[in-house]
């Protein structure tokens, strides 16, 4: 099946510094792709869906500016958390749907402490 | 999409079936039944999807009523690996950039020894 690869799986970094998190398609073409954000005993959050070539969209309440979102080729997109804060901890997952796809792919997500 | 209500938790002995309601009495004619599951810290894992008729694949069964008011997802032999939450999404069958899909708080599945 499908497998979406998700890069690092646990990050820790220091408030005030960027996390790069990267998310590849293995073995398909993600013409879409989705960032969620799950808190602890929580249920996942969309955050922001991006298109290849395009701007994401981002859902109500996200900053733009603070979770940069590019998606440059059919099978990497990445998400930066730009000027981490401790709030940022978070779990984060990326999810991709390839042209014709009835169900959608996730990452194995990706564990951000920020201290 | 129409909203769906799950029991917030279930137990199911290791080696049964373990069956997983879910409530979607608002579900419009041509929207689907998704179920997906979520392993402690892992991401979500597609399962199943179906819009009226039955449908079995390797990892489940999925039973929807004659009104599609509701539907369950059967677990023929539930494992220890099976313990997860498990999501029950009603949708349209966009694809591309709709795809986007709205999660609920699921149900706890235990699978006990």
């Known amino acids: 099946g499908a497998v979406v690869s998700q890069h690092p799986s646990r990050v820790i970094c220091k408030s005030g510094t960027s996390v790069k998190i990267e998310c590849r398609s293995l073995?398909?073409?993600?013409?879409?792709m989705f960032w969620y954000r799950q808190f602890p005993k929580q249920s996942l959050m969309l955050m922001a869906t991006?298109?290849?070539?395009?701007?994401?969209?981002?859902e109500q309440g996200v900053e733009k500016d603070k979770f940069l979102i590019n998606h440059a080729s059919l099978t990497l997109s990445t998400l930066t958390v730009t000027s981490a804060h401790p709030e940022d901890s978070s779990f984060y997952i990326c999810?991709?749907?390839?042209?014709?796809?009835?169900?959608?792919?996730f990452g194995n997500g990706t564990r951000l402490t920020v201290t | 999409d129409a909203k769906t209500t799950q029991p917030p938790s279930m137990d199911c002995a290791e080696g049964r079936a373990a069956n997983l309601p879910c409530n979607h009495s608002?579900?419009?004619?041509?929207?689907?039944v998704y179920w997906y599951r979520q392993i402690h810290s892992q991401g979500p894992q597609y399962i199943i999807h179906?819009?009226?008729n039955n449908e079995t694949n390797e990892m489940a069964s999925l039973i929807i009523t004659e009104d599609r008011k509701s539907s369950t997802l059967i677990l023929p032999h539930a494992t220890l690996r099976d313990t997860a939450v498990y999501y029950c999404?009603?949708?349209?069958?966009?694809?591309?950039?709709?795809?986007?899909?709205?999660f609920g708080k699921g149900t706890l599945l235990t699978v006990n020894p």
């Open positions: 999810s991709a749907t390839g042209t014709g796809d009835m169900s959608l792919h």
């Open positions: 073995d398909f073409q993600a013409t879409t």
């Open positions: 991006s298109n290849e070539g395009s701007k994401a969209t981002y």
């Open positions: 608002t579900i419009s004619g041509n929207e689907y």
């Open positions: 179906g819009l009226k």
């Open positions: 999404i009603v949708r349209y069958p966009h694809r591309g950039s709709n795809y986007k899909l709205t």
